[in-house]
């Protein structure tokens, strides 16, 4: 049981868009800067979203991070069939002392 | 370029321990805190520990408190877990990750390539 909560899959068809949220605490996600990783198969997960909403070089504008009291959402438009992934939260927890995930979402481009 | 790469996974028995280690380069290593996050296969993300960017402090998971054991030695560029009275749970790929902040703790930004922990008889 995670203690972020993520919906276990989305989907869309390519070019569409679509929101994958996640739901927190006053301890984590209230407080603190969200994250957000794509994890390819057989990969390591790479930030895709930190602090909220900013995007690393290199990871296109189609990716986009929102956060609204205790909830976050990533955004994904004009979906590609690369975008085929699993995409996971993460925030600090102050009451944990640690960093949650979400359970991760499986994005499946149709 | 920021690079974190694992070693010391393998295969274990139960009971008995590992230490894994990550080297890093590429950025102040002294300046940034370093993170144990682990994945079992076909599961999600499981963060495991935290060392500050001094070493001054050290945060870990209820999973694996009182077993493993987080430092660094900013010397070497080098961060360690210690892992003892492995469990067969605690059989996953274990990565190394940079936390986002300076001198904090909060999410990670760069991740190193994993390395794998089987504990099995």
């Known amino acids: 049981q995670s203690v972020l909560t993520q919906p276990p899959s989305a989907s869309g068809p390519p070019g569409q868009r679509v929101t994958i949220s996640c739901s927190g605490s006053?301890?984590?996600?209230?407080?603190?800067?969200v994250y957000w990783y794509q994890q390819l198969p057989g990969t390591a997960p790479k930030l895709l979203i930190h602090?909220?909403?900013q995007r690393p070089s290199g990871v296109p504008d189609r990716f986009s991070g929102s956060k609204s009291g205790t909830s976050a959402s990533l955004a994904i438009s004009g979906l590609r069939s690369e975008d085929e992934a699993n995409y996971y939260c993460?925030?600090?927890?102050?009451?944990?002392?640690?960093?949650?995930f979400g359970g991760g979402t499986k994005l499946t481009v149709l | 370029q920021v690079q974190l790469v694992e070693s010391g996974g393998g295969v274990v028995q139960p009971g008995r321990s590992l230490r894994l280690s990550c080297a890093a380069s590429?950025?102040?290593?002294?300046?940034?805190?370093i993170h144990w996050v682990r994945q079992a296969p076909g599961k999600g993300l499981e963060w495991v520990a935290v060392?500050?960017?001094?070493?001054?402090?050290?945060h870990y998971a209820d999973s694996v408190k009182g077993r493993f054991t987080i430092s660094r030695d900013n010397s070497k560029n080098t961060v360690y877990l210690q892992m003892i009275s492995l469990r067969a749970e605690d059989t996953a790929v274990y990565y190394c990750?940079?936390?986002?902040?300076?001198?904090?703790?909060?999410?990670?930004?760069?991740w190193g390539q994993g390395t794998l922990v089987t504990v099995s008889s």
């Open positions: 993460a925030a600090w927890d102050d009451s944990l002392s640690g960093l949650v």
């Open positions: 990750a940079r936390d986002d902040l300076m001198f904090g703790t909060t999410g990670v930004d760069y």
């Open positions: 602090r909220i909403n």
């Open positions: 590429g950025f102040n290593f002294s300046n940034y805190g």
């Open positions: 060392i500050w960017y001094d070493g001054s402090n050290t």
């Open positions: 006053t301890s984590n996600i209230g407080p603190n800067y």
